[in-house]
């Protein structure tokens, strides 16, 4: 017998319910447990919020973007890959960090490296909310005193990125960004591979609120069967008492046209 959509949703509805219940009634008497047995729904209590928080920062992605945007990235025309860092994308958690030491990461992808003495750095997450914003969120980075020699933000690439890489590809970095003085940005494409690190550097022409530059693999000596990882370094020049909102930032691929 074949169970209805209708009561497949029923039987999902009164599942949910009952363990509403039971959660409701364990919160009300986990004064009164033993402390072995409250070991035990402390932890199933924190399995049980682990997921619960996924589904909640990915709602939360979804439900805070933008209206015109929807998420969606600008793919040139035979692009094989574009992609956007879960910053930009949804809440992180921490979603905020003051006085940041060098080496803290803000996710798994996403981490900040300097040489200050003494850090007067903040970052926040933020959510965009413009008209024409194709993020979700942004990331706001704020410098007080800066007596250090560089500042950058370290961006590790998902594997799509380097899988089926070669030197015919051209990598694409796109950013919208604002801040309360003109600042000097560069972006540097790191590849390892095998034993070396080629590395390629651009400055991002940022008279505007929007940059974009392209890195040339045919600049490098890249042996394609040993490419390991790739990530992005962000480098700020000179970022003493300013404030930078890197509105959004994408990345892509594609294959360089032959002639």
């Not at 509403?20 to 070991?39: F, I, M, N, S, Y």
């Not at 410098?143 to 799509?160: H, K, Q, T």
């Not at 392209?214 to 480098?235: G, P, Q, S, T």
């Amino acid at each position: 017998m074949t169970i209805g959509k209708g009561v497949t949703q029923l039987f999902d509805r009164i599942a949910d319910q009952r363990v509403l219940r039971r959660w409701t009634a364990a919160a009300g008497t986990v004064e009164d447990l033993k402390l072995p047995d409250l070991k035990v729904v402390r932890g199933q209590a924190r399995q049980l919020r682990t997921q619960l928080d996924r589904v909640c920062r990915a709602a939360d992605g979804r439900l805070s973007l933008p209206a015109a945007g929807g998420g969606a990235i600008e793919k040139p025309i035979g692009a094989d890959w574009c992609w956007r860092p879960q910053v930009w994308r949804e809440a992180v958690v921490p979603g905020g960090m003051a006085a940041v030491a060098s080496g803290t990461r803000m996710n798994q992808e996403l981490a900040v490296f300097h040489d200050c003495r003494s850090s007067e750095l903040s970052l926040r997450q933020v959510h965009n909310t413009g008209a024409t914003d194709l993020a979700a969120c942004g990331l706001r980075m704020d410098v007080f005193r800066f007596d250090g020699s560089f500042l950058s933000l370290a961006i590790d690439l998902p594997d799509a990125a380097t899988t089926g890489l070669t030197r015919r590809h051209l990598v694409g970095l796109s950013l919208r960004a604002e801040m309360e003085r003109p600042l000097e940005i560069f972006a540097r494409l790191n590849i390892r591979h095998g034993p070396n690190t080629e590395r390629l550097v651009r400055e991002l022409p940022l008279g505007t609120t929007e940059a974009q530059v392209e890195f040339d693999l045919a600049y490098v000596e890249l042996n394609e069967k040993r490419i390991e990882a790739a990530w992005v370094d962000l480098i700020f020049e000179g970022p003493e008492m300013n404030q930078v909102l890197l509105r959004d930032l994408t990345m892509y691929r594609r294959p360089r046209a032959e002639i």
